[in-house]
């Protein structure tokens, strides 16, 4: 895949800070024996959303654009201003009552638990979709293995054969270690951008410990 462009990650922003994430129901076939089984029960994560996403003036963390150790995007928060923490890459983000947000729509809401969803609507011609897919397991990147992980899934309608699919992975105490996103047809689903960190620094604390990166 060719380099990733200041647009690329543009793209990649606009929708992983609002999207929407309505998982198709699965429908299974009964044979002539019917099996009831007990539905699963709901996963959760610990702690409160703004624990997912650290916002402090001087915070950083930089990630791998699609497996590539040549190819780095750092996203820094640079000041905060009328509520919001604004970041190099043209990022706005800010947490209320409610959750993570932008000036535009919720990124991460609680509860934070498996199946939560979520609806923004950033325009008349726009609906985005959020549900958390996975919540409190953890998650390997290579700046390491994090526990109580958050993951959402977003959908986002580009036209009537295409939707564009966001998948962000939230460590307590870190913020976004893993982002996904792909573009799903009705016969396919192509993986577009893959952004994994690789480090990360956070003003006013020591970053909390995760365990040694995997090898490979």
Same mark, same amino acid.
């Given at each position: 895949m060719a380099g990733t462009? =200041?647009?690329?990650? !543009?793209?990649?922003?606009?929708? $992983?800070? &609002?999207?929407?994430?309505?998982?198709?129901? +699965?429908?299974? /076939?009964?044979?002539?024996?019917? =099996?009831?089984?007990? !539905?699963p029960e709901k996963?959760? $994560?610990? &702690?409160?959303?703004?624990?997912?996403?650290? +916002?402090?003036? /001087?915070?950083?963390?930089?990630?791998r654009v699609n497996g590539r150790a040549d190819k780095l995007v750092t996203v820094e928060i640079l000041k905060q201003e009328e509520g919001y923490f604004h970041?190099?890459?043209?990022?706005?983000?800010?947490?209320?009552?409610?959750?993570?947000?932008?000036?535009?729509?919720?990124?991460?809401?609680?509860?934070?638990?498996?199946?939560?969803?979520?609806?923004?609507v950033v325009s008349v011609?726009?609906?985005?979709?959020?549900?958390?897919v996975q919540a409190g397991s953890s998650c390997d990147t290579p700046a390491?293995?994090?526990?109580?992980?958050?993951?959402?899934?977003?959908?986002?309608?580009?036209?009537?054969q295409a939707t564009l699919i966001n998948t962000m992975t939230f460590a307590p105490g870190v913020g976004m270690v893993l982002l996904e996103t792909a573009l799903e047809t009705a016969s396919q689903r192509i993986p577009q951008t893959r952004l994994e960190l690789t480090k990360y620094e956070l003003e006013g604390s020591r970053p909390p410990a995760a365990s040694t990166p995997p090898a490979g």
């Open positions: 462009t =200041r647009t690329d990650i !543009e793209m990649t922003r606009s929708f $992983a800070v &609002g999207g929407a994430v309505l998982l198709g129901a +699965l429908v299974l /076939g009964s044979g002539c024996a019917k =099996r009831v089984e007990a !539905e996963q959760a $994560a610990s &702690g409160s959303v703004s624990d997912y996403y650290p +916002l402090a003036v /001087g915070n950083r963390w930089t990630y970041d190099n890459q043209g990022g706005q983000l800010s947490v209320d009552a409610y959750g993570l947000r932008d000036p535009k729509r919720y990124l991460l809401r609680g509860p934070l638990e498996t199946g939560h969803a979520w609806t923004n011609s726009s609906t985005e979709r959020y549900q958390i390491g293995s994090f526990p109580s992980c958050v993951q959402v899934e977003g959908r986002n309608r580009v036209d009537a």
